[in-house]
């Protein structure tokens, strides 16, 4: 039997047959299975076609398998907390990861850590690369989306913080789900949300294209390769087809039923956390807390296919097959590194682990006299360190003093968290 040229990937909660599954999308033969643990959701990605990573749920920890050594984990990533999302940029390049409130942005190739970014005040729910690596786009429980320049975020100079490029803020609620299209930094990004909406936005300006209202919350969203339909799941099980043709100019409207498009899918019964679409637009898959995995057929609104898992489903996706997932006797064509947990490896006493030299863009570093600005920066960072010392105090008493504010900042960070999620159960509290 020929291999498939699409495959689906999928994993559920409760891991009692295999974390990740491997299905024939048009036959819904289990192909292949990767043991030990279970994925938590929007936490499965495929790194540079050679690699799966998935995020062990509830635990800080990030399990790695070569595509073709199903029953072999070749590495666990220890990370400094539980990894609520997970994504490796298409290129194969770069490997994010949501923890807490903060984005870790990995180097592949030397395993570093490259940037920690914290811009979100609550915890990330979800991250997406643009199809040509350019750009990533991040949602949390704090109701935004951010939309990031990779090059901007991996900047050499360590005394500007990264900043993102566009802050997507018209939700209300928590954001559950990203879509990226295609066509880079001209993309289009899908947002769902618990608020009951999708959002479409544009990539370049940061300006929302478009927002529909249903009558329960959006767990799950995802776009047609050509971009003329939106796919929502719903939190009673429903799935919602959104036409983007529409005729109608305004930017707001509530979803219904009609000829043009809008249709919806009947077959869960429980809510849609996952959903996505066959490269030729003519299949849909979802994954349900009902604990199946369906595939439809678009143009009839007919499930076609049934697959039961043992637990609520965390990922499924479907994606072209890679070329080695089939070949047992294949290798990777690069060895992965020991990814590092801190900003400076050297110094934490943590080595790459790669042998080999680590390049980057920056400045040209041959000539060791010190430059004007050099100078200047130098003096002014002295001069700070002055003021700090006639503030603080030195030695002991400065210690004492940043340990007091790191507690108060905790403190302050945890009334925040609270005080959200008792405003947030408040308003979403069925009347």
């Known amino acids: 039997m020929s291999a498939p040229m699409e495959v689906v990937l999928s994993t559920d909660s409760a891991g009692q047959l295999w974390n990740c599954a491997v299905f024939d999308p048009h036959t819904g033969t289990n192909l292949l299975s990767y043991r030990e643990g279970n994925s938590s959701a929007r936490s499965l990605a495929v790194l540079s076609g050679e690699y799966i990573l998935g995020a062990q749920l509830g635990k800080n920890f990030i399990n790695v398998w070569e595509i073709q050594r199903k029953d072999q984990l070749q590495q666990k990533i220890v990370c400094p907390g539980i990894v609520t999302c997970l994504t490796a940029s298409p290129n194969g390049l770069y490997v994010l990861a949501g923890i807490a409130e903060a984005i870790y942005l990995w180097e592949v190739s030397t395993g570093n850590l490259l940037v920690i970014l914290n811009r979100h005040y609550q915890d990330l729910s979800c991250l997406r690369f643009t199809d040509d690596s350019s750009h990533f786009v991040s949602g ?7 939309v990031w320049n990779l090059a901007s975020a991996v900047q050499l100079d360590s005394s500007r913080t990264p900043e993102p490029r566009h802050v997507l803020s018209r939700h209300t609620l928590p954001i559950t789900d990203i879509h990226c299209g295609l066509m880079g930094p001209q993309a289009r990004v899908a947002t769902a949300s618990i608020d009951q909406t999708v959002k479409l936005w544009e990539i370049s300006s940061g300006e929302m294209l478009l927002s529909v209202l249903f009558d329960v919350s959006i767990m799950s969203v995802t776009l047609d390769p050509c971009e003329y339909f939106a796919f929502c799941g719903g ?15 305004s930017r707001d409207k ?11 899918f009947k077959g869960h019964r429980n809510l849609v956390t996952c959903l996505s679409v066959s490269m030729d637009g003519t299949l849909l898959l979802s994954g349900s807390h009902d604990e199946t995995v369906r595939m439809w057929d678009i143009q009839s609104k007919q499930s076609i296919r049934c697959i039961n898992h043992k637990g609520q489903v965390t990922n499924a996706v479907i994606i072209p097959a890679p070329a ?3 070949l047992p006797d294949s290798r990777p064509a690069v060895p992965l590194p020991r990814f590092s947990r801190h900003l400076n490896p050297s110094e934490q006493g943590e080595g790459t682990g790669t042998g080999g030299a680590c390049l980057r863009l920056g400045n040209n570093c041959q000539d060791p006299e010190e430059t004007y600005l050099e100078k200047a920066d130098r003096l002014d960072s002295l001069m700070c360190a002055v003021t700090d010392k006639s503030v603080f105090g030195d030695g002991e008493n400065t210690k004492v003093r940043v340990s007091e504010l790191e507690e108060e900042v905790r403190t302050l960070k945890k009334i925040n968290k609270d005080l959200y999620e008792f405003s947030t159960q408040l308003l979403t509290k069925p009347n």
């Open 140 to 146: 949390g429980k704090d109701n935004l989306a951010l």
């Open 235 to 249: 939190s009673d099980g429903s799935i919602f087809q959104v036409s983007l043709c529409s005729t109608t100019l």
């Open 254 to 264: 509530t979803f219904q039923s009609d000829s043009e498009g809008n249709q919806v």
């Open 324 to 326: 080695n997932m089939f």
